[in-house]
Protein backbone atom coordinates (compact mmCIF):
# COMPACT_ATOMS: atom_id res chain seq x y z
CA UNK A 1 0.00 0.00 0.00
CA UNK A 2 1.82 3.00 -1.50
CA UNK A 3 -0.11 5.24 2.03
CA UNK A 4 2.12 2.80 4.07
CA UNK A 5 5.01 4.56 1.93
CA UNK A 6 4.42 7.83 3.32
CA UNK A 7 4.98 6.36 6.92
CA UNK A 8 8.35 6.40 6.58
CA UNK A 9 8.93 10.24 5.49
CA UNK A 10 9.73 11.73 8.87
CA UNK A 11 12.61 9.32 8.91
CA UNK A 12 13.76 10.32 6.06
CA UNK A 13 13.31 14.11 6.32
CA UNK A 14 13.75 15.03 9.93
CA UNK A 15 15.92 11.58 11.14
CA UNK A 16 17.60 13.24 14.09
CA UNK A 17 14.10 14.06 15.74
CA UNK A 18 13.15 10.66 15.26
CA UNK A 19 16.63 8.76 16.51
CA UNK A 20 16.19 10.88 19.67
CA UNK A 21 12.51 10.34 20.48
CA UNK A 22 12.95 6.81 20.03
CA UNK A 23 15.96 6.33 22.88
CA UNK A 24 14.34 9.04 24.41
CA UNK A 25 11.04 6.46 24.81
CA UNK A 26 13.50 3.57 25.13
CA UNK A 27 15.29 4.86 28.15
CA UNK A 28 11.95 6.12 29.20
CA UNK A 29 10.60 3.11 29.09
CA UNK A 30 13.26 1.24 30.72
CA UNK A 31 13.26 3.66 33.66
CA UNK A 32 9.74 2.86 33.89
CA UNK A 33 10.08 -0.79 33.88
CA UNK A 34 12.32 -0.43 36.61
CA UNK A 35 10.28 1.21 38.88
CA UNK A 36 7.02 -0.75 38.46
CA UNK A 37 9.36 -3.94 39.07
CA UNK A 38 10.71 -1.91 42.21
CA UNK A 39 7.23 -0.80 43.38
CA UNK A 40 5.81 -4.17 42.76
CA UNK A 41 8.41 -6.09 44.86
CA UNK A 42 8.43 -4.08 47.57
CA UNK A 43 4.75 -5.01 48.18
CA UNK A 44 4.89 -8.15 49.71
CA UNK A 45 8.44 -7.04 51.98
CA UNK A 46 5.92 -4.42 52.88
CA UNK A 47 3.36 -6.53 53.84
CA UNK A 48 5.57 -8.98 55.81
CA UNK A 49 7.09 -6.41 58.47
CA UNK A 50 3.85 -4.85 58.72
CA UNK A 51 2.41 -8.27 60.05
CA UNK A 52 6.12 -10.21 61.37
CA UNK A 53 7.03 -9.26 64.67
CA UNK A 54 9.16 -11.00 67.88
CA UNK A 55 7.93 -10.36 71.08
CA UNK A 56 9.77 -10.91 74.07
CA UNK A 57 8.31 -11.90 77.30
CA UNK A 58 10.28 -11.63 80.43
CA UNK A 59 9.28 -14.18 82.42
CA UNK A 60 8.87 -12.65 86.16
CA UNK A 61 11.60 -14.21 88.70
CA UNK A 62 9.17 -14.74 91.29
CA UNK A 63 7.73 -17.63 88.82
CA UNK A 64 9.13 -21.24 90.21
CA UNK A 65 10.64 -23.39 86.94
CA UNK A 66 7.57 -25.60 87.70
CA UNK A 67 4.96 -22.61 86.36
CA UNK A 68 7.03 -22.30 83.52
CA UNK A 69 5.55 -24.65 81.11
CA UNK A 70 2.00 -22.91 82.52
CA UNK A 71 2.86 -19.74 81.09
CA UNK A 72 4.14 -21.16 77.48
CA UNK A 73 0.80 -22.68 77.63
CA UNK A 74 -0.84 -19.93 77.73
CA UNK A 75 1.30 -17.46 75.57
CA UNK A 76 0.72 -19.95 72.61
CA UNK A 77 -2.96 -20.19 73.47
CA UNK A 78 -3.15 -16.20 73.23
CA UNK A 79 -1.13 -16.11 69.92
CA UNK A 80 -2.94 -19.39 68.33
CA UNK A 81 -6.47 -18.32 69.83
CA UNK A 82 -5.88 -15.18 67.20
CA UNK A 83 -5.19 -17.38 64.08
CA UNK A 84 -5.20 -14.70 60.92
CA UNK A 85 -6.79 -15.36 58.33
CA UNK A 86 -3.95 -14.03 56.05
CA UNK A 87 -1.13 -15.62 57.82
CA UNK A 88 1.13 -16.09 55.21
CA UNK A 89 1.17 -19.91 54.66
CA UNK A 90 3.98 -21.89 55.93
CA UNK A 91 4.76 -19.04 57.88
CA UNK A 92 4.72 -20.92 61.64
CA UNK A 93 4.38 -19.19 64.53
CA UNK A 94 7.42 -19.69 66.80
CA UNK A 95 6.99 -19.74 70.63
CA UNK A 96 10.00 -20.81 73.03
CA UNK A 97 11.61 -19.94 76.40
CA UNK A 98 15.07 -19.52 76.59
CA UNK A 99 16.72 -20.38 79.70
CA UNK A 100 19.27 -19.16 81.76
CA UNK A 101 21.29 -21.56 80.49
CA UNK A 102 20.42 -20.87 77.00
CA UNK A 103 21.33 -17.48 77.70
CA UNK A 104 24.39 -17.90 78.92
CA UNK A 105 25.46 -20.48 75.75
CA UNK A 106 24.51 -17.48 73.71
CA UNK A 107 26.36 -15.37 75.60
CA UNK A 108 29.35 -17.41 75.23
CA UNK A 109 29.30 -17.35 71.80
CA UNK A 110 29.63 -13.48 71.76
CA UNK A 111 30.80 -11.98 75.37
CA UNK A 112 32.58 -15.23 76.75
CA UNK A 113 34.36 -13.21 79.80
CA UNK A 114 31.29 -11.29 80.76
CA UNK A 115 29.85 -15.27 80.46
CA UNK A 116 32.28 -16.70 82.94
CA UNK A 117 31.82 -13.60 85.16
CA UNK A 118 28.42 -14.21 85.31
CA UNK A 119 28.83 -18.35 85.44
CA UNK A 120 31.04 -17.51 88.59
CA UNK A 121 28.19 -16.38 90.42
CA UNK A 122 26.87 -19.70 91.57
CA UNK A 123 23.25 -19.78 92.88
CA UNK A 124 23.10 -15.83 92.23
CA UNK A 125 23.04 -16.27 88.88
CA UNK A 126 19.68 -16.91 88.59
CA UNK A 127 18.45 -13.37 89.71
CA UNK A 128 20.59 -11.51 87.21
CA UNK A 129 19.83 -13.55 84.32
CA UNK A 130 16.36 -13.04 82.36
CA UNK A 131 14.22 -15.77 81.91
CA UNK A 132 12.10 -14.80 78.93
CA UNK A 133 10.10 -16.33 76.56
CA UNK A 134 10.26 -15.25 72.68
CA UNK A 135 7.61 -15.18 70.29
CA UNK A 136 7.99 -15.13 66.88
CA UNK A 137 5.70 -15.00 63.68
CA UNK A 138 3.01 -13.15 61.88
CA UNK A 139 1.64 -12.30 64.49
CA UNK A 140 -1.98 -10.18 64.93
CA UNK A 141 -1.24 -6.43 66.57
CA UNK A 142 -2.74 -6.80 69.03
CA UNK A 143 -0.80 -10.03 70.20
CA UNK A 144 2.13 -8.22 72.40
CA UNK A 145 -1.11 -6.34 74.89
CA UNK A 146 -2.58 -10.74 75.18
CA UNK A 147 0.63 -11.78 76.38
CA UNK A 148 1.17 -8.55 78.70
CA UNK A 149 -2.19 -9.76 80.43
CA UNK A 150 -0.64 -13.02 81.39
CA UNK A 151 0.18 -13.39 85.35
CA UNK A 152 4.00 -14.20 85.94
CA UNK A 153 4.84 -11.61 82.77
CA UNK A 154 7.05 -9.03 83.60
CA UNK A 155 7.88 -7.02 80.70
CA UNK A 156 6.58 -7.49 77.11
CA UNK A 157 8.97 -6.06 74.43
CA UNK A 158 7.68 -5.95 70.79
CA UNK A 159 9.58 -5.57 67.74
CA UNK A 160 7.15 -4.01 65.82
CA UNK A 161 7.66 -0.45 67.25
CA UNK A 162 10.93 -1.10 65.87
CA UNK A 163 9.52 -1.58 62.05
CA UNK A 164 7.59 1.07 61.76
CA UNK A 165 10.21 3.46 60.91
CA UNK A 166 11.29 1.08 58.23
CA UNK A 167 8.15 0.32 56.74
CA UNK A 168 7.29 3.79 56.72
CA UNK A 169 10.37 4.47 54.78
CA UNK A 170 9.30 1.69 52.40
CA UNK A 171 5.94 3.56 52.09
CA UNK A 172 7.45 6.55 51.23
CA UNK A 173 9.83 5.01 48.35
CA UNK A 174 6.55 2.62 47.45
CA UNK A 175 4.49 6.41 46.87
CA UNK A 176 7.26 8.33 45.31
CA UNK A 177 8.21 5.54 42.67
CA UNK A 178 4.41 5.86 41.72
CA UNK A 179 4.48 9.38 40.90
CA UNK A 180 7.45 8.98 39.05
CA UNK A 181 6.00 6.39 36.78
CA UNK A 182 2.91 8.84 36.48
CA UNK A 183 5.45 11.70 35.76
CA UNK A 184 7.62 9.11 32.66
CA UNK A 185 4.15 8.50 31.39
CA UNK A 186 3.50 11.99 31.21
CA UNK A 187 6.67 13.04 29.53
CA UNK A 188 6.68 9.92 27.34
CA UNK A 189 3.27 11.25 26.07
CA UNK A 190 3.88 14.37 25.39
CA UNK A 191 7.12 14.29 24.34
CA UNK A 192 5.65 11.62 21.46
CA UNK A 193 2.21 14.01 21.14
CA UNK A 194 4.62 16.93 20.27
CA UNK A 195 6.17 14.48 17.75
CA UNK A 196 3.45 13.48 15.92
CA UNK A 197 2.56 16.98 15.54
CA UNK A 198 5.97 17.69 13.96
CA UNK A 199 5.61 14.92 11.78
CA UNK A 200 1.89 15.86 10.87
CA UNK A 201 3.52 19.35 9.85
CA UNK A 202 6.00 17.07 7.37
CA UNK A 203 3.42 15.39 5.68
CA UNK A 204 1.00 18.37 5.62
CA UNK A 205 1.92 18.71 1.57
CA UNK A 206 1.26 14.60 1.12
CA UNK A 207 -1.98 14.75 3.55
CA UNK A 208 -3.13 18.25 1.41
CA UNK A 209 -2.33 16.14 -1.90
CA UNK A 210 -4.11 12.60 -0.84
CA UNK A 211 -6.90 14.85 0.38
CA UNK A 212 -7.07 15.81 -2.62
CA UNK A 213 -7.14 12.84 -4.36
CA UNK A 214 -10.16 11.80 -2.59
CA UNK A 215 -8.55 9.89 0.37
CA UNK A 216 -10.08 8.51 3.42
CA UNK A 217 -9.95 9.79 6.75
CA UNK A 218 -8.33 6.50 7.50
CA UNK A 219 -6.01 6.82 4.68
CA UNK A 220 -4.87 10.17 5.70
CA UNK A 221 -4.29 8.74 8.92
CA UNK A 222 -2.68 6.14 8.71
CA UNK A 223 1.07 7.61 7.80
CA UNK A 224 0.96 9.33 10.89
CA UNK A 225 -0.04 6.78 12.92
CA UNK A 226 2.54 4.10 11.47
CA UNK A 227 4.93 6.88 11.95
CA UNK A 228 4.25 6.98 15.75
CA UNK A 229 3.96 3.58 16.06
CA UNK A 230 7.39 2.71 14.44
CA UNK A 231 9.27 4.91 16.50
CA UNK A 232 7.24 3.66 19.50
CA UNK A 233 8.20 0.03 18.31
CA UNK A 234 12.00 1.19 17.82
CA UNK A 235 12.41 2.62 21.82
CA UNK A 236 9.78 -0.69 22.65
CA UNK A 237 13.35 -2.31 20.99
CA UNK A 238 16.07 -0.38 22.63
CA UNK A 239 14.00 -0.97 26.09
CA UNK A 240 13.89 -4.73 25.83
CA UNK A 241 17.56 -5.05 24.86
CA UNK A 242 18.53 -2.75 27.76
CA UNK A 243 15.79 -4.89 29.71
CA UNK A 244 17.13 -7.54 28.52
CA UNK A 245 21.05 -7.04 29.51
CA UNK A 246 20.57 -4.65 32.29
CA UNK A 247 17.83 -5.54 34.22
CA UNK A 248 19.77 -8.59 36.21
CA UNK A 249 22.66 -6.13 36.73
CA UNK A 250 20.47 -3.70 38.10
CA UNK A 251 18.45 -6.10 40.29
CA UNK A 252 21.43 -7.13 41.89
CA UNK A 253 22.39 -3.86 42.61
CA UNK A 254 19.19 -3.42 44.23
CA UNK A 255 18.86 -5.86 46.19
CA UNK A 256 22.78 -5.80 47.91
CA UNK A 257 21.37 -2.58 49.18
CA UNK A 258 19.44 -4.19 52.15
CA UNK A 259 19.10 -7.74 53.52
CA UNK A 260 15.59 -6.35 53.53
CA UNK A 261 15.65 -5.97 49.73
CA UNK A 262 17.27 -9.36 49.21
CA UNK A 263 13.56 -10.61 49.28
CA UNK A 264 12.88 -8.63 45.91
CA UNK A 265 12.00 -11.19 42.85
CA UNK A 266 14.21 -11.13 40.37
CA UNK A 267 12.55 -9.64 37.30
CA UNK A 268 11.34 -11.75 34.35
CA UNK A 269 13.71 -11.06 30.83
CA UNK A 270 10.38 -11.55 29.15
CA UNK A 271 9.34 -8.46 30.04
CA UNK A 272 11.35 -7.16 27.28
CA UNK A 273 8.60 -8.51 25.04
CA UNK A 274 6.11 -6.45 26.55
CA UNK A 275 8.48 -3.53 26.11
CA UNK A 276 7.80 -4.17 21.81
CA UNK A 277 4.20 -4.19 22.57
CA UNK A 278 3.90 -0.73 24.97
CA UNK A 279 6.19 0.85 22.65
CA UNK A 280 3.79 0.24 19.85
CA UNK A 281 0.90 0.90 21.50
CA UNK A 282 2.31 4.22 23.38
CA UNK A 283 3.38 5.24 19.32
CA UNK A 284 0.12 4.59 17.91
CA UNK A 285 -1.93 6.19 21.00
CA UNK A 286 -0.02 9.49 20.64
CA UNK A 287 -0.38 9.98 17.16
CA UNK A 288 -3.88 9.87 17.36
CA UNK A 289 -3.69 12.66 19.44
CA UNK A 290 -1.32 14.32 17.79
CA UNK A 291 -2.54 14.34 14.68
CA UNK A 292 -2.98 17.66 13.04
CA UNK A 293 -4.39 18.91 9.60
CA UNK A 294 -4.42 22.21 8.82
CA UNK A 295 -6.02 21.84 5.17
CA UNK A 296 -10.02 22.07 4.65
CA UNK A 297 -11.28 18.50 4.52
CA UNK B 1 -20.89 18.07 -15.40
CA UNK B 2 -20.15 21.46 -14.42
CA UNK B 3 -22.22 24.25 -13.11
CA UNK B 4 -20.87 27.84 -11.18
CA UNK B 5 -23.33 30.21 -10.93
CA UNK B 6 -22.37 33.49 -9.72
CA UNK B 7 -19.23 33.05 -8.40
CA UNK B 8 -17.12 35.31 -6.55
CA UNK B 9 -14.19 34.90 -4.55
CA UNK B 10 -11.64 37.18 -2.76
CA UNK B 11 -8.82 36.73 -0.16
CA UNK B 12 -9.01 38.35 2.89
CA UNK B 13 -11.57 40.56 2.46
CA UNK B 14 -9.57 42.49 -0.12
CA UNK B 15 -10.06 42.65 -4.15
CA UNK B 16 -11.92 40.40 -5.71
CA UNK B 17 -10.20 37.36 -7.68
CA UNK B 18 -13.10 35.99 -9.34
CA UNK B 19 -16.04 38.13 -9.86
CA UNK B 20 -19.40 36.62 -10.63
CA UNK B 21 -18.16 33.71 -12.82
CA UNK B 22 -21.20 31.96 -14.36
CA UNK B 23 -19.78 28.73 -16.53
CA UNK B 24 -21.35 25.43 -17.64
CA UNK B 25 -20.17 22.27 -18.79
CA UNK B 26 -21.35 19.20 -20.01
CA UNK B 27 -20.07 16.01 -19.98
CA UNK B 28 -17.26 15.52 -22.16
CA UNK B 29 -16.32 18.93 -23.20
CA UNK B 30 -13.13 20.51 -23.28
CA UNK B 31 -12.51 24.56 -22.78
CA UNK B 32 -9.64 26.30 -22.37
CA UNK B 33 -9.54 28.91 -20.17
CA UNK B 34 -7.40 31.64 -20.87
CA UNK B 35 -6.33 34.93 -19.21
CA UNK B 36 -2.78 37.03 -18.29
CA UNK B 37 -1.40 36.40 -15.42
CA UNK B 38 -3.19 37.58 -12.56
CA UNK B 39 -6.61 36.85 -14.11
CA UNK B 40 -7.78 34.58 -11.97
CA UNK B 41 -7.03 31.29 -13.40
CA UNK B 42 -5.18 29.39 -10.54
CA UNK B 43 -8.24 30.94 -8.21
CA UNK B 44 -11.05 29.63 -10.30
CA UNK B 45 -9.73 25.97 -11.31
CA UNK B 46 -9.03 25.74 -7.47
CA UNK B 47 -12.71 26.05 -7.01
CA UNK B 48 -13.24 23.55 -9.75
CA UNK B 49 -11.05 21.19 -8.27
CA UNK B 50 -12.87 21.41 -4.64
CA UNK B 51 -9.75 22.81 -3.18
CA UNK B 52 -11.21 26.42 -2.34
CA UNK B 53 -14.77 27.28 -1.79
CA UNK B 54 -15.95 30.10 -3.44
CA UNK B 55 -16.77 33.04 -1.53
CA UNK B 56 -20.22 33.35 -2.81
CA UNK B 57 -21.88 31.89 -5.49
CA UNK B 58 -22.39 28.15 -6.36
CA UNK B 59 -20.64 25.28 -7.74
CA UNK B 60 -21.92 22.35 -8.40
CA UNK B 61 -19.86 19.15 -10.39
CA UNK B 62 -21.35 15.70 -11.17
CA UNK B 63 -24.79 17.22 -10.03
CA UNK B 64 -23.67 17.37 -6.31
CA UNK B 65 -23.44 21.31 -5.16
CA UNK B 66 -20.41 20.99 -3.35
CA UNK B 67 -21.59 23.37 -0.12
CA UNK B 68 -24.12 20.89 0.48
CA UNK B 69 -22.81 18.22 -0.39
CA UNK B 70 -21.93 14.75 2.30
CA UNK B 71 -18.12 14.48 3.54
CA UNK B 72 -17.96 11.08 1.18
CA UNK B 73 -19.37 12.41 -1.33
CA UNK B 74 -17.16 14.53 -1.51
CA UNK B 75 -14.39 11.93 -1.85
CA UNK B 76 -16.36 9.96 -4.57
CA UNK B 77 -16.20 13.62 -6.65
CA UNK B 78 -12.62 13.66 -5.79
CA UNK B 79 -11.76 10.79 -6.71
CA UNK B 80 -13.05 11.02 -10.32
CA UNK B 81 -10.78 14.20 -10.76
CA UNK B 82 -7.94 14.23 -12.30
CA UNK B 83 -5.89 17.72 -11.02
CA UNK B 84 -2.86 19.03 -12.27
CA UNK B 85 -2.33 22.09 -10.02
CA UNK B 86 -0.02 24.92 -11.40
CA UNK B 87 2.43 24.53 -8.46
CA UNK B 88 3.04 20.65 -9.59
CA UNK B 89 2.99 19.13 -5.69
CA UNK B 90 4.89 16.46 -6.40
CA UNK B 91 5.68 14.47 -2.93
CA UNK B 92 9.62 15.16 -3.29
CA UNK B 93 10.81 11.90 -1.36
CA UNK B 94 8.76 9.21 -3.38
CA UNK B 95 9.73 7.96 -6.52
CA UNK B 96 8.05 9.15 -9.72
CA UNK B 97 6.03 5.92 -10.14
CA UNK B 98 5.38 6.22 -6.05
CA UNK B 99 4.09 9.42 -6.84
CA UNK B 100 1.86 8.27 -9.29
CA UNK B 101 0.68 4.93 -7.58
CA UNK B 102 0.18 6.92 -4.75
CA UNK B 103 -2.64 8.92 -6.81
CA UNK B 104 -4.16 5.35 -8.52
CA UNK B 105 -4.67 3.65 -5.36
CA UNK B 106 -6.59 6.57 -3.86
CA UNK B 107 -8.92 6.89 -6.73
CA UNK B 108 -11.22 4.41 -5.35
CA UNK B 109 -11.53 1.64 -8.44
CA UNK B 110 -10.06 -2.10 -7.24
CA UNK B 111 -7.51 -2.70 -9.80
CA UNK B 112 -5.37 -5.86 -9.88
CA UNK B 113 -1.91 -5.03 -8.60
CA UNK B 114 -0.18 -6.28 -11.63
CA UNK B 115 -2.61 -3.78 -14.03
CA UNK B 116 -2.03 -1.16 -11.86
CA UNK B 117 1.87 -1.46 -13.00
CA UNK B 118 1.45 -1.73 -16.43
CA UNK B 119 -1.29 1.30 -16.60
CA UNK B 120 1.43 3.57 -14.63
CA UNK B 121 4.31 2.62 -16.83
CA UNK B 122 1.89 2.95 -20.16
CA UNK B 123 1.12 6.31 -18.89
CA UNK B 124 4.89 7.32 -17.89
CA UNK B 125 6.05 5.83 -21.72
CA UNK B 126 3.63 8.11 -23.61
CA UNK B 127 5.20 11.13 -21.39
CA UNK B 128 8.74 10.51 -22.02
CA UNK B 129 9.14 9.66 -18.12
CA UNK B 130 10.35 6.28 -18.34
CA UNK B 131 13.72 6.66 -17.63
CA UNK B 132 12.86 9.08 -14.55
CA UNK B 133 10.38 5.73 -13.43
CA UNK B 134 12.62 5.13 -10.52
CA UNK B 135 13.90 9.11 -9.51
CA UNK B 136 12.96 10.77 -6.32
CA UNK B 137 10.61 13.53 -7.20
CA UNK B 138 12.93 16.06 -5.64
CA UNK B 139 15.39 15.32 -8.63
CA UNK B 140 13.49 16.44 -11.52
CA UNK B 141 13.69 19.12 -13.47
CA UNK B 142 10.35 21.44 -13.90
CA UNK B 143 9.19 20.30 -16.86
CA UNK B 144 9.55 16.45 -16.10
CA UNK B 145 7.65 17.22 -12.65
CA UNK B 146 5.22 18.87 -14.12
CA UNK B 147 4.69 15.93 -16.85
CA UNK B 148 5.04 13.33 -13.32
CA UNK B 149 1.65 15.83 -12.42
CA UNK B 150 -0.22 15.16 -15.52
CA UNK B 151 0.54 11.12 -15.29
CA UNK B 152 -0.18 11.56 -11.63
CA UNK B 153 -3.93 12.73 -12.79
CA UNK B 154 -4.18 11.07 -16.09
CA UNK B 155 -3.44 7.36 -14.67
CA UNK B 156 -6.78 7.23 -12.59
CA UNK B 157 -8.80 7.50 -15.80
CA UNK B 158 -10.50 10.20 -14.64
CA UNK B 159 -14.01 12.01 -15.53
CA UNK B 160 -12.77 15.17 -15.30
CA UNK B 161 -9.30 16.37 -15.72
CA UNK B 162 -8.29 19.94 -14.65
CA UNK B 163 -5.06 21.53 -15.97
CA UNK B 164 -3.60 24.68 -14.56
CA UNK B 165 -1.39 25.63 -17.29
CA UNK B 166 0.18 21.69 -17.69
CA UNK B 167 2.32 22.47 -20.96
CA UNK B 168 4.28 25.96 -18.83
CA UNK B 169 7.37 24.34 -18.75
CA UNK B 170 7.41 21.53 -21.73
CA UNK B 171 9.90 21.81 -24.70
CA UNK B 172 7.54 21.71 -27.87
CA UNK B 173 7.60 17.71 -28.44
CA UNK B 174 6.21 17.09 -24.84
CA UNK B 175 3.50 19.74 -25.40
CA UNK B 176 2.25 17.88 -28.41
CA UNK B 177 2.57 14.14 -26.76
CA UNK B 178 0.63 15.92 -24.17
CA UNK B 179 -2.44 17.49 -25.64
CA UNK B 180 -2.44 14.42 -27.69
CA UNK B 181 -2.86 12.38 -24.44
CA UNK B 182 -5.47 15.27 -23.63
CA UNK B 183 -7.47 14.58 -26.64
CA UNK B 184 -7.43 11.05 -26.19
CA UNK B 185 -8.74 11.04 -22.77
CA UNK B 186 -11.61 13.67 -24.03
CA UNK B 187 -12.35 11.79 -26.97
CA UNK B 188 -13.31 8.41 -24.26
CA UNK B 189 -15.17 11.29 -22.51
CA UNK B 190 -13.36 13.14 -19.91
CA UNK B 191 -14.40 16.80 -19.48
CA UNK B 192 -11.03 18.43 -19.75
CA UNK B 193 -10.85 22.14 -18.32
CA UNK B 194 -7.41 23.31 -19.21
CA UNK B 195 -6.00 26.86 -18.21
CA UNK B 196 -3.16 28.50 -20.72
CA UNK B 197 -1.76 31.67 -22.14
CA UNK B 198 -0.07 29.58 -24.69
CA UNK B 199 -1.95 30.88 -27.99
CA UNK B 200 -0.59 28.30 -29.71
CA UNK B 201 -1.82 25.55 -28.74
CA UNK B 202 -5.31 27.38 -28.78
CA UNK B 203 -4.93 27.84 -32.34
CA UNK B 204 -4.15 24.24 -33.09
CA UNK B 205 -6.15 22.55 -30.88
CA UNK B 206 -9.19 24.64 -30.97
CA UNK B 207 -11.73 24.13 -28.70
CA UNK B 208 -14.79 25.97 -26.79
CA UNK B 209 -12.88 28.73 -24.62
CA UNK B 210 -13.26 31.25 -22.08
CA UNK B 211 -11.37 34.38 -21.23
CA UNK B 212 -10.92 35.67 -17.69
CA UNK B 213 -9.85 39.27 -17.59
CA UNK B 214 -9.46 40.59 -14.26
CA UNK B 215 -11.68 38.08 -12.63
CA UNK B 216 -14.12 38.27 -15.14
CA UNK B 217 -15.38 35.45 -17.24
CA UNK B 218 -15.16 38.37 -20.43
CA UNK B 219 -16.12 36.44 -23.46
CA UNK B 220 -16.78 32.59 -24.51
CA UNK B 221 -16.45 31.50 -27.49
CA UNK B 222 -16.88 28.23 -29.24
CA UNK B 223 -14.07 28.24 -31.50
CA UNK B 224 -11.19 30.09 -30.21
CA UNK B 225 -9.53 32.85 -31.77
CA UNK B 226 -7.32 34.09 -28.89
N1 LIG C 1 -3.99 32.71 -1.60
C1 LIG C 1 -4.06 33.98 -2.09
N2 LIG C 1 -4.08 35.02 -1.23
C2 LIG C 1 -4.17 36.29 -1.71
N3 LIG C 1 -4.21 36.60 -2.99
C3 LIG C 1 -4.18 35.60 -3.90
C4 LIG C 1 -4.11 34.24 -3.49
N4 LIG C 1 -4.10 33.48 -4.60
C5 LIG C 1 -4.17 34.30 -5.65
N5 LIG C 1 -4.22 35.58 -5.23
C6 LIG C 1 -4.33 36.75 -6.10
O1 LIG C 1 -5.40 36.53 -6.98
C7 LIG C 1 -5.10 37.06 -8.26
C8 LIG C 1 -5.32 35.99 -9.29
O2 LIG C 1 -4.37 34.97 -9.12
P1 LIG C 1 -4.40 33.62 -9.94
O3 LIG C 1 -5.73 33.01 -9.78
O4 LIG C 1 -3.23 32.81 -9.54
O5 LIG C 1 -4.23 34.13 -11.43
P2 LIG C 1 -3.61 33.36 -12.67
O6 LIG C 1 -3.57 31.93 -12.38
O7 LIG C 1 -4.55 33.72 -13.80
O8 LIG C 1 -2.28 33.94 -12.93
C9 LIG C 1 -3.66 37.55 -8.23
O9 LIG C 1 -3.68 38.94 -8.10
C10 LIG C 1 -3.11 36.93 -6.97
O10 LIG C 1 -2.20 37.81 -6.38
MG1 LIG D 1 -2.13 30.61 -12.49
Excluded at chain 1, 76 to 97: I, N, Y
Excluded at chain 2, 7 to 19: A, E, F, G
Excluded at chain 2, 139 to 167: C, F, H, K, N, Y
Aim: proline fraction near 3%.
Amino acid sequence: MYVLKLALRPWRLSTLSQIFSSVAVGFLMLLAGFLIWLQAGLNPIVHRLQREQVITAFIDASVEAKDESRILDSIREQVGAHPTSDAMPGASTDVKLVAPAEFIKDLDAQYPELSKEIQSMGSEMDQIVPRYVSVSGLLPDSAADAIKGIPGIQIVDSSKDRHKTIVGALKAVKWVTQILIIGLAVALMTGLVQLARLNSALHRDALGMMRQWGATQLQLRLPGLFSGMSVGLTGGALAAVGWFFGVTWFAIHVRAFSPLLAGLQMPSAMMSVSFMFAGAAIGLMASVFGFTSETRG
Amino acid sequence: MIHLSSVTKWYHNQVRVLDQVNLDLKKGEFIYVIGGSGAGKTSLLRILATEEAPSQGSISLFGYNLATVSPSTLRAIRQSVGYVPQNVRLIPDLSVFDNVALSLSLAGHRSIRGEAKTRIEEVLGRLHLVQKRDKLANTLSGGEAQRVAIARALVRQPQLIIGDEPTGAQDKENTWSMMDLLMKNNINGATCVIATHDREIVRRVRKRCAVLTAGRLGFEEAMCTY
